[in-house]
């Protein structure tokens, strides 16, 4: 069984549990009795992915309707140094900060 997903112009999304293949372009929503189109959505593959994936997944996701705000910058290991690249002559003429 496959889950088929809908969208009612009067009630919104609904699924239904068909077998694969067989769901038609349009079907009766379960609220009003009116018809659905069939949407298609990405499947659902994510029980099969790592638990960090999802989580960065997910943050993503969340972050197009409702962005985080950051109010301070995170803390710095003061014992890490940024790298310094070694300078070549052509860096050399340039000016530094």
């Not at 996701?61 to 052509?90: G, I, K, Y």
Request: charged share 25%; with cysteine.
């Amino acid at each position: 069984m496959a889950t088929y997903e809908y969208r009612c112009a009067a009630d919104g999304t609904f699924e239904l549990r068909l077998p694969l293949g067989s769901a038609p372009a349009a079907a009766a929503c379960p609220a009003c009795g009116g018809e659905g189109r069939r949407v298609f959505s990405p499947p659902m593959l994510r029980p099969d992915l790592p638990r960090p994936l999802v989580t960065a997944m997910d943050r993503a996701e969340r972050s197009r309707e409702a962005p985080e705000v950051v109010t301070s910058l995170p803390p710095r290991d003061p014992r890490r140094r940024t790298p310094m690249a070694p300078l070549t002559p052509q860096l050399q003429r340039l000016p530094r900060p």
